[in-house]
Structures are given as C-alpha cells and as structure tokens.
Nanobody
Framework: QVQLVESGGGLVQAGDSLRLSCASS????????VGWFRQAPGKEREFVSS????????YYAEFAKGRFTISRDNAKNTVFLQMNSLKPEDTAVYFC???????????????????WGQGTQVTVSS
C-alpha cells in the first residue's frame, strides 16, 4: 500500500526557493505517476505538476512553468518539487498524489488520483 509523506514546506520570502519531497513509506512508487497539487485558503485544490514513472514525461500547470521543476529518484522512492522565484500567491498546502493507471486527460483532475499525502504548508511572504 502506497503511503505518501510530504516534507519541505515552510515560511519563505518572495523570490526564495523551496524543495518539497514526497516519499512513500508504505510501498514502492515503481510504476506510479506522482503529482503535486496545492490548495490555498478558500480555493479548490489545483494541479501543479506531475511526473511519469520513467521520469521522461513531466507536466506543469501554466503558473508553474519556468519556476517549478519536478523530478524523481526512483532508488530513493521519492519525488521532488523544486520551487524557485516563489510568489505570495504560491501560498498553499501542497499535496502529493500517486496513481498507477492515470491517463493523460485525467491528470489535472484531483478526483482521478488514488493516493494522497497529508500535505505540507508553504507560506510566501511579500
């Protein structure tokens, strides 16, 4: 059973960087697509980025392109989200998710993902 644990959130200033990690404590992520979503107060959860098992295919929301980079270390069973040039509007709880059968058209829909972590808070001050 995949059990996801996020880490790396915190309070930073605008322009700073953070690297979030998503690790599986219950089972291997082999064969899983892993994604990041975020939810700001009063807003719906939104897609940020995702990466296929092989790491060769990555996907980003428009707001993440050029600032965020997703990567994975399959040997360590961990996926990373490097976030640069952070803005106050990036403030949210960031969740990682995993799914073994996700199709491309469903990737941005949070209801399509099977496994979720508990989230990590990212706060960006101006």
């Amino acid at each position: 059973q995949v059990q996801l644990v996020e880490s790396g959130g915190g309070l930073v200033q605008a322009g700073d960087s953070l690297r979030l990690s998503c690790a599986s404590s219950g089972g291997t992520l082999r064969g899983y697509t892993v994604g990041w979503f975020r939810q700001a107060p009063g807003k719906e959860r939104e897609f940020v980025s995702s990466i296929r098992w092989g790491g060769g295919h990555t996907y980003y929301a428009e707001f993440a392109k050029g600032r965020f980079t997703i990567s994975r270390d399959n040997a360590k069973n961990t996926v990373f989200l490097q976030m640069n040039s952070l803005k106050p509007e990036d403030t949210a709880v960031y969740f990682c998710a995993a799914d073994s059968r996700l199709i491309l058209s469903a990737m941005r829909d949070d209801s399509s993902w099977d496994y979720w972590g508990q989230g990590t808070q990212v706060t960006v001050s101006s």
